[in-house]
């Protein structure tokens, strides 16, 4: 029981706390936004890793480490910052994927890498953006949890679930304002959405999620770049979509 209620404060209560501070606090859709979001989540990381290992020895050990330099790109001159974030996120994905380009390179592997690079390169040259973003990153945190931790690993589940309560006190402001408007914009929320699509990546390679809801969980946060009020009903459905698709695919899994 003492191990279900500090998953509970690890997971959600904390960073959702802090989600409420920096919701009150920080200049709306500035970078210190931005950067509080993600030390809400960062916070919550290191509990639930127990502080990651230097030099990194596994996958998540590099998240903390790629999500701290998307959050200082964020102060580059303007016409540095997407081609320098680009090469940041596709260097966080190949030291994450490493030991399986070393050892198990596939065409398979290169086409879901390329999908993901994609994936994040129309996210990051957008100049559009929803007016929910905050609810977008939310929802697909929230099922990327529940598909990772329906596919075998509750501790890259709980790292997606402090991703959507970091967002979390932003979320439930857009739906209070029925998705009129919003504090944040989709720029500032970029280094989550890039620990996001890093998390799929550990979820998919790692964790053997289904790559049919691998795919629809890639897609969701795309949703971000229009701007449109149906955008966030989009991104719903799709992952709706991903988490039916893995509940019907669903075996004995051994969690870890």
Aim: charged content about 5%; aromatic content about 10%.
């Amino acid at each position: 029981m003492n191990m279900q209620i500090e998953l509970l404060i690890q997971t959600l209560i904390m960073p959702l706390l802090l989600s409420y501070v920096v919701y009150r606090a920080a200049p709306h859709n500035t970078p210190w936004q931005g950067s509080g979001i993600f030390l809400a989540w960062l916070v919550a990381c290191f509990w639930i890793l127990k502080l990651p290992a230097l030099p990194p020895a596994e996958a998540v050990d590099w998240l903390w480490l790629a999500g701290l330099s998307f959050v200082l790109m964020q102060y580059l001159p303007r016409v540095y910052r997407k081609a320098t974030v680009l090469f940041i996120f596709v260097s966080s994905l190949l030291l994450i994927s490493w030991p399986l380009l070393q050892y198990e390179l596939t065409a398979g592997l290169v086409i879901e890498l390329l999908f993901i690079i994609m994936a994040v390169a129309v996210f990051v040259i957008s100049n559009s953006s929803t007016p929910s973003p905050g609810l977008i990153v939310s929802m697909s945190a929230t099922a990327l949890a529940v598909c990772t931790a329906l596919s075998g690993s509750l501790l890259i589940a709980q790292l997606a679930a402090a991703l959507a309560a970091a967002t979390g006190m932003f979320a439930l402001a857009e739906l209070g304002q029925r998705l009129q408007s919003s504090q944040l914009s989709a720029v500032i929320l970029l280094p989550l959405v890039l620990l996001y699509f890093l998390l799929l990546a550990i979820a998919r390679f790692y964790a053997e999620m289904p790559v049919g809801s691998a795919l629809l969980l890639l897609l969701a946060p795309l949703s971000l770049c229009f701007n449109h009020r149906l955008a966030a009903a989009a991104c719903l459905l799709l992952l709706i979509a991903a988490t039916g698709w893995i509940f019907m695919l669903q075996d004995s899994a051994v969690y870890y």
